[in-house]
């Protein structure tokens, strides 16, 4: 057995030995050193793939030679509407040093805009019921001179409650509504401007999902949804990747798309940052030195004050491809990409994980990670990112490490404040929630009225991140949080709770055995475990 | 309470749904005094006693109504009655917050009673309310003699905590659902108002309720 486990079967897969170096763990937003057990297996990011030199040329290039649909600059007529959409603030993560890659995308596109005679032009944020990005956030995407010259008439954010610029397309064969911007559809030209950071994004929930409306997006984000996704990482196995294609191509229908896809490799941190996502067992003395410069200077920091520098490093994320054209083609180009970099065949299912959950997620950019965002990153994304085979046994344990305080952001998540306080200590059923709450609080005037003219995430915001992790609710035994720095927390989320990760271990292993396989995601990691027996 | 009855909303009205305040609508009549001599004494007056109100309005909301709406002593019934017209158009109107409109429009949407409670004169909103649509709404009542103001308002003076007496007393007699109705305001006066009910709103806050309002993690909005 120990002769298996050492051996190396990927090098993004490192198994504990008695001399192994202890393990550096995400906790919120701090991180801590960890001695892990012996024969555990710890999972890696792969190595990032190199970024393209010249990312401009590239995407240059990709709408000069699109798949499946003439050129971009074939496409344009002087006197014709053209809208640009464009993914917000959830992607990447964290946000890329500058220039995003989409202020690059847009000064091609405007430029060939502008040589084509094109200039009744709206650039619009699929924010779908995200909360609205700020203006200081909108500027910083595209840039100071495309920000000056559009915002605020023409570069915005989609309001999927501003009933006259919404428009109904219909229904799918099988019955899915959809209502999505009005503008964007109605445009001679709607171009798609997208940043595929991992296989669920993309394709044609770029546009079908992220400039919908609430009765359209809760035909798919639902529990059942989300149960019958295996993963919904997995786009072949996902049934939400099947709703949103049957919506897609009702968009299809009703307008001519032009999709830019791009892929990023995982080089999440910038130097100097990125022993954080390195082998400890491979640390230099200079890296060793960086770690405990960190450990002494950082974690001593107010909570508030170590989120403001982690949300203030900005990812070093490079362009490894970029598509245009027809949305399919596009994005089944672009998800081989990701599973390129992503991908890391793992030999069989664990009996417990170990998943640190970092201060980064899709929804708590500039902001904390309340709650109900542990929780969408335990059960939701890091028990989803797998193909074939779920990473953890069925009825395994799941240990997470993070303080899960009691804090939200008001101005941010006002409704998954109440969603928390109000109905979890009523129920955790995510059916009975949706059947007896969700609409209540989509509908709620003050909840519409900050997501409109606030920045808050749409009163139903809180369920879909509930149902989120349905799967991994579903799936998983236990979830034991290590760390966590009060009982009500855990226990209104269903969990149990361990002063440290030693004691969480031996929790663990008392359900599971002593012989319990144990594998740990070496967080903060964007890594797709391809699982077999 | 009924616990199987209609919701409503409850919307304080200055600061919350509009930018003006009472002291806008005394300073419009002040402007629009018989005579020049009077409009200069009326307007001179109104803003001497600005840092007065002020000060009054911090210590209680109850003690500013006694003092503010002594200014409108001696003033004819019928000037005021006749300019409320020209007030609604010229100073209320545009002062209407741009959301208050999606706001309502969202209540009515979904079934919610839309129910104003005021510390204005009856008289001077009673257009504005016709305009934004609210189903219900009491205000304060100037009483008058022989046609001339006494400078007094009729009980119940709606300030504090008359407004959330008014607001139980409404919803028993309407069948309206406290648990499930809202109310809005932008001054920590109204907490009892925001107390009673299974939503309350902070909008606009001032200080004292923003920080209630974090407290207590009710909804801040921001409708300006």
Redesign the interface.
């Known amino acids: 057995m120990a002769l298996q486990l050492r051996r190396k079967t990927h090098e993004s897969i490192v198994y504990i030995d008695k001399d192994s170096a202890p393990r550096i763990m995400p906790f919120g937003e701090d991180f801590i050193l960890e001695d892990i057990p012996i024969g555990t297996r710890v999972i890696y990011p792969n190595p990032p793939i190199k970024g393209l030199p010249n990312r401009e040329a590239a995407i240059r290039y990709a709408v000069n030679h699109p798949i499946e649909m003439e050129p971009l600059y074939a496409l344009l007529e002087p006197g014709m509407q053209v809208t640009i959409a464009m993914d917000d603030i959830s992607l990447p993560l964290p946000p890329m040093a500058l220039p995003d890659l989409r202020q690059t995308m847009l000064e091609v596109v405007l430029d060939m805009c502008a040589a084509n005679g094109v200039d009744d032009i709206h650039l619009i944020i699929a924010n779908s019921l995200h909360r609205k990005m700020t203006e200081w956030e909108m500027k910083r995407m595209v840039g100071t001179k495309i920000f000056d010259e559009f915002y605020p008439d023409r570069y915005y954010n989609h309001d999927a409650e501003a009933d006259d610029e919404l428009v109904t397309l219909g229904h799918t064969r099988h019955n899915e509504p959809l209502r999505v911007n009005k503008r964007a559809i109605e445009s001679d030209l709607l171009i798609y401007l997208n940043i595929n950071l991992v296989p669920m994004d993309g394709g044609h929930k770029s546009v079908a999902v992220g400039l919908c409306d609430y009765e359209s997006l809760r035909a798919h984000h639902e529990p059942q949804t989300i149960r019958d996704s295996d993963s919904y990482m997995d786009p072949p196995r996902s049934a939400l990747n099947h709703k949103v294609i049957r919506l897609g191509k009702l968009v299809d229908e009703n307008c001519k798309v032009f999709h830019i896809e791009t892929a990023l490799n995982n080089r999440m941190f910038p130097e100097g940052y990125d022993i954080l996502t390195r082998n400890e067992d491979e640390f230099s003395f200079a890296d060793r030195l960086k770690w405990e410069a960190m450990a002494r200077t950082f974690s001593p920091l107010p909570r508030v004050a170590r989120r403001k520098m982690l949300h203030a490093i900005p990812a070093a994320y490079e362009l490894i491809g970029c598509f245009a054209g027809k949305t399919e083609p596009v994005h089944d180009k672009i998800l081989e990409l990701n599973y390129r970099q992503y991908e890391i065949p793992v030999k069989g299912q664990c009996d417990i994980l170990i998943s640190g959950i970092p201060d980064i997620s899709p929804y708590n950019v500039y902001s904390a990670l309340n709650p109900i965002l542990v929780q969408v990153m335990a059960l939701g994304y890091h028990f989803n990112m797998y193909r074939n085979k779920p990473l953890l046994r069925k009825g395994g344990v799941m240990i997470i490490t993070h303080p899960c305080f009691d804090e939200?952001d008001?101005?941010f998540h006002?409704s998954y404040?109440?969603f928390f306080?109000r109905l979890l200590p009523e129920s955790r059923d995510a059916f009975y929630l949706r059947e007896k709450y969700e609409r209540e609080f989509a509908?709620?005037?003050?909840?519409?009225?900050?997501y409109?003219?606030?920045n808050a995430y749409h009163g139903a915001h809180a369920f879909f991140m509930w149902y989120w992790g349905e799967n991994g609710r579903q799936h998983v035994g236990k979830v034991i949080v290590a760390g966590a720095e009060n009982a009500h927390v855990p226990e209104m989320l269903g969990w149990e709770r361990a002063d440290n990760l030693t004691e969480a271990i031996a929790m663990a292993r008392s359900y599971m055995g002593r012989n319990a396989e144990i594998t740990m995601l070496h967080q903060p990691i964007i890594g797709l475990c391809n699982v077999s027996d | 309470m009924n616990k199987n009855g209609q919701a409503a909303a409850f919307y304080d009205l200055e600061g919350t749904l509009v930018s003006t305040n009472l002291v806008h609508t005394l300073a419009f009549y002040s402007t629009r005094q018989q005579g020049l001599w009077q409009t200069a004494k009326a307007s001179v007056s109104t803003l001497a006693k600005l840092p007065f109100f002020g000060v009054t309005d911090l210590y209680s909301r109850n003690v500013f109504n006694e003092v503010f709406f002594r200014s409108y002593e001696g003033w004819s019934q019928d000037r005021l009655r006749y300019f409320s017209e020209e007030l609604f158009e010229n100073v209320l109107k545009p002062a209407v917050f741009p959301g208050t409109y999606d706001l309502i429009a969202q209540g009515k949407k979904v079934g919610h009673r839309q129910v104003v409670l005021t510390g204005a004169l009856d008289f001077t909103i009673d257009k504005l309310m016709g305009h934004l649509g609210i189903d219900d709404y009491v205000a304060n009542r100037l009483e008058f003699v022989n046609g001339y103001a006494t400078g007094r308002v009729l009980p119940p003076v709606m300030a504090s905590a008359t407004k959330a007496k008014w607001i139980r007393e409404y919803a028993e007699k309407n069948n309206i659902n406290l648990s499930e109705s809202y109310a809005y305001s932008d001054s920590i006066s109204d907490l009892p108002m925001l107390s009673i009910v299974g939503h309350p709103v902070a909008v606009c806050p001032d200080f004292r309720l923003k920080q209630t309002a974090r407290q207590h993690d009710w909804a801040v909005l921001d409708l300006r």
Do not use: L, S, T
Request: no cysteine.
């Open positions: 939200f008001h101005k006002p404040i109440e306080h509908e709620n005037p003050a909840y519409i009225e900050m409109r003219r606030g």
